[in-house]
């Protein structure tokens, strides 16, 4: 790919990224506080960037070195935080990075299950061991259902498909009625 195409694609991301973390913004939950940490200390799945999205949060940081673990897929390069260690800005009950954290963090205790087909839909998950996954507000479940459906048709079908393989998927999430 060409560097002018290159940047394009970026810049389509980082609008992308900065509207899907405007949509998570009601996950304001006092996550760490309320079970010292349990998606960082007792956590079964990997983390994974979006596309572009460890740039983004390099950028807006202002990191001159990249903390985190990169996985080679045929469509790129992408951030990456393995199970096996916390995140690098994991601070006692905190994330140092909050406001920069990535949109899998964001979404956590929900994980999408990307279909095989195009016409098949999108699915969602619960982490069962999250101990605030009962109290989800509607509005959190809202943006990031609303978040992950527009990031879908712009995301390599090998990213979603190596995101397939490292989420262990437990309850399946039905979202919460509306009264009308």
Known sequence: MGHSRR????????QLIEKVYRLSE???????GSCDGT??????????????ELEYILA???????????VQLPSGRYGMMDYHQNCPFLEYKGCGIRPLRPF???????????????LAPLEFYLATYCPLKDNLSAPYIDGILEGWKILL?????????FYNSICHYQERLLPPRRST
């Open 153 to 161: 048709p712009h995301l390599p079908s090998d990213w979603k498909h």
């Open 104 to 118: 899998d963090c964001r979404s956590f205790p929900i994980s999408p299950r990307f279909p095989d087909s195009p």
């Open 7 to 14: 940047e394009d694609r970026k810049q389509q991301f980082f």
């Open 26 to 32: 009601p996950a304001v939950m006092d996550c760490a």
């Open 39 to 52: 998606c960082e200390t007792k956590m079964t799945e990997t983390v994974l960037f979006l596309p572009f």
């Open 60 to 70: 807006s940081a202002g990191l001159k070195e990249n903390p985190f673990q990169e």
